[in-house]
């Protein structure tokens, strides 16, 4: 017979509450949360940041064979995309690519620290950044307007570069690599030949280590890094009949040694080439943590067109050289448990210059005589233009905690500056005999940002964050930039974010002061662009598996375009920086992730419409996206990775520059206007190699399945005669293949095995 | 007067980094995505059932007279407040202030404490809690990541965006935590 104190026992037991039992996917789950810090400038999980953030780490980086942040941006984010024009690679963002704008629609950050110089906005996502690879931690890439936080040039996205803790690395790393370009005919096909075969090459070594000096804790962080990189050969279409002119004679052009006179086109082979030469130091003492960073990028480039400087042909003089120097000492401090205090100052100095290698022609005897009659010398010169920049401020910060429990936090802050920039140009002959030299213009100016952030979590999974800030300048009225973004974590592990944001862009010296007397005036009255953003986002997970859709609509006002001046301020046709397009986008993006067995995959899409009130929009895809699968079974193994990244066709960048005939009738192009839709795809291995320890090897192979990009090249941008169709940029890694050898030595005792 | 200022402006670095406080704002795993991992990392722990029942608090540390490192202590207690249970067992959290850690084991064996959650701040003293707490029956987290190889049993850090979890496994067995080994198969492993 039972006995009757079982019963009420076993009914106590049954009601006790039993403890979980272990869940590996939910763990699993959580170890795949993102943490980003540039949308709020707080630590959050992405599904709380109130922006579209993609975050890539270093790992990740490594293993797609990564090789600048631009790659990163294709292959990775959720709406961003850039496109490489054998220059510097231009960044837009959900269907809008602002070309020949060098950069300044999309804010740069190192650790917070802006790279965008002050004369032209420009920050580069290519080699030219200049922060090795191994000294990054993770990117966050956020789509959209970041201005509330961060000021001018947010206006397409933003992209910070989050470095690595020395403590976290405790090695030395060093990474040499090499890739092979074949040459690029006039079809952009590759050629089966080794000579004309473009080559690359890269060194880098990284340092970090984390220890205690007496009691104050230490950690050091050191990177250089050294690429060279010299272009494959590529063959031009002729672009033939061009004549100059002294207004009583016309001749062919001199398009210099390379070059048949009045014709530009043949082959390249020495006039595309990259320099980058880069440092990175930073420390971390107590509360205080000061950086140093400092770069040269020097390229060529390998054509005349809208985003090179002009030249003779293949001319390796011919080059655009950029020296940053960035310092940034930060100082943190909580003062009670509810309120923190950092402070920050920075000083940048920063020097654009380009030299255009030119050729022409000098003339003696009768001007009146014929051409034919005309003893022509040809004679080169060199135009050199430098524009000097210095910038530098000071940032106040104060973070107050209402509750002291992290749920009613507020951010608060004033950002101080001063700038200055100047221009100058300077023509010397072929000898360094001076021709004529001048300073265009000298600027300074300043600029005072209050801003404030105040992020509450309401309860039920409902969070809010309202952000605003107000740019003082002294040549431009104030600019706010506000943000109201709600976030609802719904009951079934959904996610429901809705943002509306705006942000804004100072116009730059260069578009307001620089002039020249053959095709550029000023234009000092330029006002701020601005966007107004709205998106809509919702992200389910599904066990491991997470499927995220945005939504968004922006419209952009008072947009900075280079176009014709007005006849009264520039009647020989010059033109100039105008204040003269409104642009309205909207669209979707729609991103899934997942494991499928010992793989990962994640692919994602953005489908967006845009139109201008001005001109046809050029450059910006209706369509774009990338997909990767990876299979890695874990460190010290190796694994593979097949990435691939897909534009639709899309405009070129002078799709719809109109010309003249010889009546004066206006014609356009007689077709070739639209870059076919791009497809790069690659396929990387990497893993340890046997041998000394702490070595690892990478092997990328891949390509592009079109032949040509968007840029059009040559002098001929515009039609001169009907039936004529402009000659395009082929795709730089038309076909490549890259190897990357990396080996670290470790300064403290192994830490034991790590995860996937 | 040149000299002044020059001393002046060393005095004012002295000061800046003389302290060794935590961090206002320095990268680590959010407090909530703390509690959540640390709620399903407990399960693995064979011995987790049996020592939550009977010792069911959560002492959450904070060093002593650093306003940061009690700030994180208090964000951490509120989201352990939030959720009230570990590992579907029932929980509760106390903040203490940390002095030394033969204090801190008092503290916890007062409150029958089987999870000490350590702030950022108190990294430093990771040995001597290995030391004393050897023995004990419970895990030492540590919120930063920092001083797991030192001695903390757990630890959550941030690498490349993505929180991950350390383990001290010779330790955890001193303070008779005997984790499962699919958990030592997908965290970051310190023998």
């Known amino acids: 017979m039972t006995p009757r104190w079982i019963i009420p026992c076993l009914v106590l037991f049954a009601a006790a509450p039993r403890a979980a039992e272990p869940n590996p996917d939910a763990l699993e789950r959580l170890l795949e949360e993102k943490v980003v810090s540039s949308a709020s400038q707080a630590a959050e999980t992405l599904a709380d940041a109130p922006a579209t953030v993609t975050v890539v780490g270093r790992t990740e980086l490594w293993a797609l064979g990564i090789r600048s942040i631009d790659e990163a941006v294709n292959f990775f984010s959720v709406g961003l995309f850039s496109q490489n024009g054998l220059a510097s690679p231009e960044t837009g963002s959900r269907g809008v690519l602002l070309s020949a704008d060098f950069g300044n629609h999309v804010l740069v950050l190192v650790d917070g620290h802006t790279m965008n110089e002050a004369w032209d906005g420009t920050a580069y996502v290519g080699p030219g950044l200049g922060i090795p690879l191994e000294a990054i931690d993770h990117l966050e890439l956020i789509t959209g307007p970041g201005s509330v936080l961060y000021g001018s040039y947010a206006m397409l996205g933003v992209v910070n570069v989050v470095t690595r803790a020395g403590r976290e690395l405790r090695a030395v790393t060093a990474t040499a690599s090499g890739a092979l370009n074949p040459p690029l005919d006039e079809h952009g096909a590759p050629g089966l030949r080794l000579s004309g075969l473009g080559r690359a090459g890269r060194v880098s070594v990284t340092w970090g280590d984390g220890f205690e000096l007496g009691s104050l804790p230490v950690d050091v962080l050191a990177s250089l890094e050294l690429l060279r990189h010299h272009g494959q050969d590529l063959d031009w279409r002729p672009q033939p009949g061009f004549t100059d002119t002294d207004g009583t004679a016309s001749w062919p052009t001199n398009f210099g040694p390379n070059a048949t006179p009045g014709t530009w086109g043949g082959r390249v082979s020495r006039s595309w080439y990259t320099e980058e030469t880069a440092g990175l130091l930073r420390v971390r003492v107590g509360d205080l943590e000061a950086m140093v960073h400092a770069a040269m990028y020097r390229r060529g480039a390998p054509y005349f067109g809208n985003l090179t400087i002009a030249s003779a042909f293949d001319a390796p003089e011919s080059h655009e050289q950029d020296l940053w120097l960035d310092l940034d000492l930060r100082w943190r401090k909580a003062l009670s448990p509810r309120a923190a205090l950092s402070l920050r100052g920075y000083l940048d100095a920063y020097e654009y210059s380009n030299q255009a290698r030119s050729w022409s022609w000098s003339t003696d005897g009768d001007p009146a005589l014929t051409p034919a009659g005309v003893n022509l010398a040809s004679f080169g010169f060199d135009d050199a233009y430098r524009a000097p920049v210095r910038w530098g401020g000071a940032e106040a910060q104060a973070r107050v905690d209402w509750l002291g429990d992290g749920r009613f936090e507020l951010l608060a802050g004033v950002d101080a500056r001063l700038s200055e920039y100047s221009s100058h140009r300077r023509l010397t002959d072929l000898d360094g005999h001076l021709l004529g030299a001048y300073q265009q213009y000298q600027h300074s100016g300043w600029s005072v940002a209050p801003y404030v952030q105040q992020r509450a979590l309401l309860g039920h999974g409902v969070s809010l964050n309202l952000g605003l800030r107000l740019d003082l300048h002294d040549a431009f009225a104030p600019q706010p930039s506000p943000r109201a973004a709600l976030i609802w974590a719904t009951p079934w592990n959904g996610r429901l974010r809705a943002v509306a944001t705006t942000a804004f862009r100072v116009p730059t010296g260069y578009e307001r002061f620089d002039s020249n007397s053959s095709w550029l005036i000023s234009n000092p009255g330029l006002r701020p662009e601005r966007v107004a953003s709205v998106e809509l986002a919702y992200e389910q997970r599904l066990g491991r598996h997470a499927i995220a859709l945005v939504g968004f609509a922006s419209q952009f006002r008072d947009l900075i375009r280079f176009g014709p001046a007005p006849l009264d301020l520039a009647p020989d046709g010059r033109q100039w920086y105008a204040n003269s397009s409104e642009l309205f986008s909207y669209g979707a993006s729609l991103r899934v992730d997942g494991p499928l067995g010992p793989l990962r995959y994640v692919a994602t899409v953005t489908a967006s419409s845009t139109s201008q009130s001005d001109a046809p929009v050029v450059m910006s895809p209706a369509w774009f996206g990338n997909a990767r699968l990876l299979w890695s079974p874990g460190e010290a193994r190796w694994s593979l990775a097949l990435a691939s990244f897909f534009m639709s066709a899309r405009p070129v960048d002078q799709a719809f520059a109109t010309g003249a005939d010889a009546s004066g009738d206006s014609i356009s192009w007689a077709g070739g206007t639209t870059a076919p839709a791009q497809v790069d795809l690659r396929a990387v291995v990497t893993g340890p190699l046997p041998g000394p320890k702490g070595l690892t090897v990478r092997l990328t192979a891949g390509g592009s399945v079109n032949a040509w990009g968007p840029y059009v090249v040559g002098p001929l941008l515009a039609p001169t005669e009907a039936g004529q169709v402009p000659q395009l940029t082929p795709m730089p890694d038309r076909l490549f293949v890259h190897a990357a050898m990396a080996w670290t030595l470790e300064l403290a005792p192994a830490r034991g095995s790590t995860p996937p | ?105 008092a503290e916890a064996t007062k ?71 699919e958990l030592l198969r997908i965290v970051r492993v310190t023998p």
């Open chain 2, 111 to 181: 409150e029958r404490a089987g999870v000490a959650l350590l702030a950022p701040g108190i990294e430093s003293s990771a040995a001597e809690v290995a030391r004393v707490f050897t023995g004990w029956n419970g895990l030492t987290v540590s919120a930063s990541g920092l001083g797991v190889d030192e001695g903390f049993t757990v630890g959550f850090v941030l690498e490349q965006g993505r929180p991950r979890i350390r383990v001290n496994v010779a330790q955890s067995r001193r303070q008779n935590v005997d984790f499962r080994s």
């Open chain 2, 1 to 105: 007067m040149a000299w002044r200022w020059g001393r002046v402006w060393a005095m004012a670095l002295g000061i800046a980094v003389a302290t060794r406080e935590a961090a206002a704002d320095e990268a680590w795993v959010p407090a909530a995505l703390q509690v959540e991992l640390l709620d399903k990392l407990v399960p693995y722990d064979r011995n987790f059932a049996a020592r939550a029942h009977a010792n069911p608090m959560v002492l959450v540390a904070y060093r002593d007279r650093d306003a940061g490192s009690e700030h994180a202590a208090r964000q951490l207690a509120a989201a352990l407040a939030g959720r009230r249970t570990l590992g579907d067992l029932p929980c509760e959290a106390k903040v203490v202030g940390f002095t030394s850690a033969e204090a801190l084991r």
